[in-house]
């Protein structure tokens, strides 16, 4: 919660003093879709840093899910450089994404993609048997306060419910980055928030780098740093002094 | 084009692997449907036309011998058209270039007038002349096995007499549509011929002069057969006449009417199943896509489509399917069809064999699956109309689960995360896990069944060659002699072992049930021709009573214990009441068997042989075969290792055919299934399996996730794959084993082998096929998209 002391201090400041996660160079990617070219990036530059909460603000078409999925590990560059700690992920091989994916990145998404046929805690011993230094399913359900609906299906659960499973489902593992799509695009207001909370308190408590992308500019006031694209472009970055406690959002 | 026909094509575009596999699966049974039915259609026009045209006759009778004048008798029964009186014979033909003897069949051929019954249908040259010695017309068949022509000749032993036929004619009879050896269970094109030569000439060589000892009888139209069959019996029995059968029990008539029955079955038991399992798959398939379109759907209702235009759009798909089934099924059917008439020509010799398609049934095939297909679909698409537009542009809720049967039981620690998935998965959807276990299970019946009729015939033969009839050659008496003959065998060259048989025709009563057979007398504790219980262990002859073929006993309705009446046929023609003292097995024709002395006994004849059975050292072989070729007592001569050549011969090639045919049907059926399954599987939850590759899975674990459900199928399609199997095949056994064949159920480990195996690697096939679709999931729709 907000009133909890910051076992990390995440101003601009001290980030920038530090190697950034991912340090991007001129990052493009171009769609060809029949004869249309689409610039979905045109030369991105940005570096994220370790416990950072960032939120990528943009209209529909900026280039702010094509970003994520290159972070992610979902999508290749046309242009420009991307690493990972150093490392370079442009002309990392499937196999090399594929591990990536699986050791360093947390995704959670806005349909919370649960798999329906799995519980709560099947759905999240999924990750946690393939993943190196997991948690427990029930230390990272327990942590989404869902200890009670361990062993419901899906259908069984809300739509809130659903994505903090998503979201322990993503934490479980200890993640580097933790990439949220529109994390609260499906849900109400008071759900929402519920959901950006347990975001909130994953990045504070386990000092994870989150970046969430959405178009709700309300939810940029909870962020560190708010990173505006528009037509493929970065047109400027917002950094907050103060983060705004989660539970005063409201939209 | 109209909109939604366009899009019919292009979604049919998007699953052509799918509606493929679907549709060859549909095509295997319209090919067998057309096939096997297009045989039957085929056989039984050729076979009617022929026995028509060729006036075959409707009654036959053999007899010892009976005066020419006798004919005006005959032809005077009332209800007879034409009765025509014949001299029959047999000879021991000495072809150049062949070590062994082969054996004919003599008919006489009327010389003052023209055939009036079975005609022959001459292929070449031309019939005997009147008057000139030694012209024969011979069976085609034997002529062709040795290319011979008009002009050529051929030494015979005709009685007891060497004479040389000169071949003026080459002939189809059709009495001799399916010619048999006596004694043999398969046509042997080589070792036997039928010649036909002029009566006068015929009569002289086998001592019957101003004589006959076979009648053939046209009944005529309205006459009443059975009192005809009577009369005949009653004249004709002072003069050795054995009993007047009809065209039924016509050897060549029978084999081929066993085979139109056996065609029959399979003509409805594989189609059956290959549609059924078609039509499950295309409605699958189909509701999958109704399913996936409901989005589509309703915005088709809401443009103002009625449900009726959306519900036969959808139809078409399956439509389309039928159409692509019907013209591969029906051309593969057409051409496998031909082919097998040719495979059946060394078998059936009839003067056209032309391949008619049976379109009336073929029609009916196809628009029996287009119903079936269209049920499956209307009932998806039933449920997608009558959502309201609104309600069915929203997303589904998520499918509900639970924990599957296995878990509830307490088993869940048992199970891996994604064993569990398949599981759950499988529960949800019950109906679509049954009918995909149940093609599995088809798919692993079919390699079963024709491995298994392979195993049987192989059984039958070994213990027909291996156990019972161990001698290497049977000789036969022109007719039956005394004792002495057996001496003079032995002092042939190279035999080692002699064993003489008597067989005497006989009628046996059961209550209303009779029954013609050879009794066939033997010595105890043979060695060489043997009776043998089911086991192979060989039955003591009773010093009371009769051994039956199994077969026969059925058909006479006894068991052991049972009253029957014996009369003899022969001789004095005795009348025995008796008993029946046990069954035997054998696998081809029936007959009965008694101790050789009680059958002297009861014949009031001192020690009389029919022939004999022996063992020759084969270093002495040509020797032997040198010597019994001038031997003038001997009737014929039959060696068990040409006939066992000559089966596998024949049987050889139709084996390989039907078992690649059943091989590719299976292998069809159990990939289609398979990819069916998968392709549905991999649409349904696509996007769970895309978010595992999203979350870190690989290509590998993602596949296994998707495999498993089907993989489980699969293994549990197995057993009660194997258990349909081996019912079917006694099933089809049963109803295509006749009198003259019967294929032993013979279910060994090879058959069940090779069926798992065919299914695991069609599987094994189709899943590599699937993984590769895998590879093309749309990871980054998952983050956005929801189903």
Known sequence: MAENPLPLSHSSATSKSREPLFRARGVTRVYHTGEVEVRALNGVDLDLFEGELVVLLGASGSGKSTLLNILGGLDSLTDGTLTFRGKDLTSATERELTLYRRNTVGFIFQFYNLIPSLTSRENVA?????????????????????GERMDHFPSQLSGGQQQRVAIARAIAKRPDVLLCDEPTGALDVKTGVMVLDAIDRVNRELGTLVVIITHNAVIADMADRVIFLSDGKITHIQENPVRRPVGELSW | MRPLDLKLFRDLAAMKGQMAAVAMVMACGLMVMIMERGLVVSLETSRDAYYQSNRLADLFCDLKRAPNSLRVRLSHIPGVAVAETRVKGSAVLDIPGM????????????????????????RVGRLPVAGNRGEVVVSDAFAEAHGFMPGDTIDAT??????????????????????????????????????????RELAVALGLEGAFNNVVVDVAPGGDPTAVKADLDRILTPYGGLTTYDRTEQLSVKMVNDEIKGLR???????????????????????????????????????????????????????????????????????????MLMVYHPFFRFPVLDFYPDWPAFLLAVLASAATSFLGVLGAVRHAVTLPPAEAM??????????????????QKLASTSFRMALRNLERKPWQALFTTLGLAMATAIPIVSVSMGDGMDYMMDFQWRLAQRQDVTLALIEPGSFSVINDMRGLPGVLNVEPFRAVA?????????????????????????????????????????LLSKQLAKMLFVQPGDALRVEVLEGRRPVLHTTVSGTITDFAGVGAWMDIDRLHHLMRESRTVSGAHLTVDSAREDEFFAAVKDSPRIGSITTTRAARENYDKMMGRMMDISRAIFFFFSVVVAFGVI????????????????????IG???????????????????????????????????ILTSINTETMRIPVVLTGRAYATAVLIVLLSSALSFTVVSRHIVKLDLLGVLKARE
């Open chain 1, 126 to 146: 999924l990750i946690t048997d393939i993943a190196p230094d997991p948690m427990d399913p029930e230390e990272a359900l327990d942590l989404l306060e869902l």
């Open chain 2, 99 to 122: 070590k062994q003897t082969a054996e004919g069949t003599l008919l006489s051929l009327p010389e003052d007038h023209p055939q009036h019954l079975n005609l022959l249908y001459l």
């Open chain 2, 158 to 199: 005709i009685y007891g007499a060497r004479e040389r036929l000169h071949i003026v004619g080459i002939t189809l009879s059709p009495e001799y549509v399916y010619a048999l050896p006596p004694g043999s269970i398969m046509p042997d094109n080589r070792r036997y011929g039928v010649f036909w030569m002029n009566e």
């Open chain 2, 265 to 339: 079955t399979m003509a409805v038991a594989f189609p059956l199943i290959f549609l059924s399992i078609a039509a499950f798959m295309t409605s699958a398939a189909l509701s999958r896509l109704v399913h996936l379109q409901r989005e589509q759907i309703a915005q088709l209702k809401a443009f103002g489509y009625s449900s009726r235009t959306i519900g036969w759009h959808y139809c078409k798909f399956a439509l389309v399917v039928v159409i692509f089934a019907f013209l591969v099924g029906g051309a593969l059917g057409m051409w496998f069809g031909s082919r």
């Open chain 2, 394 to 411: 929203r997303p589904e809720p998520p499918a509900a689960f639970r924990a599957s049967l296995l878990e509830r039981i307490g088993l």
């Open chain 2, 506 to 546: 006989a009628r046996l009563y059961s209550g209303h049930h009779k029954r013609r057979v050879a009794i066939t007398g033997l010595p105890q504790n043979v060695l060489l021709s043997r009776v043998l219980d089911v086991h192979g262990k060989p039955v003591a002859l009773p010093l009371s009573g009769l």
């Open chain 2, 675 to 694: 990819y069916n399954g998968a392709r549905i599987a991999l649409s349904e939850r696509a996007r769970d399996l895309a978010t595992l590759r999203v």
């Open chain 2, 697 to 731: 899975f690989t290509q590998r674990e993602v596949a296994t996730v998707l495999i498993g459900e089907l993989t489980l199928l699969t293994l549990l399609a197995l057993l009660p794959g194997l258990y349909i199997g081996s019912e079917l095949t006694s099933l």
